[in-house]
């Protein structure tokens, strides 16, 4: 394995272990998902240059797309629910509180 791909799968490996063992903050959990999403996407978009084929190189574009969204749709539950709540701590939300 070279130091490249270890160094994108320490990456995603870290984002995990993260967003497994760190949940208080509803902000981290967002954190460690985008730092997964973008070891995912620089991986992919490495993969497509070694590769040289122009069919999949429409991938990494659309990965960044979709975590684009993904990080927008986060922040705005994160307003949400420091509005509704008062706090982002994940131990506070609870669905029978709506």
Do not use: N
């Amino acid at each position: 394995m070279t130091p490249v791909y270890f160094s994108f799968t320490s990456a995603f490996a870290l984002g995990l272990t993260g967003l497994a063992f760190h949940r208080t903050h509803l902000l981290s959990a967002l954190l460690c998902l985008e730092g997964m999403m973008l070891s995912l996407f620089i991986a992919l978009a490495l993969w497509t240059l070694q590769l040289e084929s122009t069919a999949s190189s429409a991938a990494p574009v659309l990965l960044l797309a979709f975590s684009a969204c993904e990080a927008s749709a986060g922040l705005a539950l994160l307003v949400a629910t420091a509005r509704t709540h008062g706090t982002d701590r994940l131990q506070a939300l609870s669905l029978l509180q709506c």
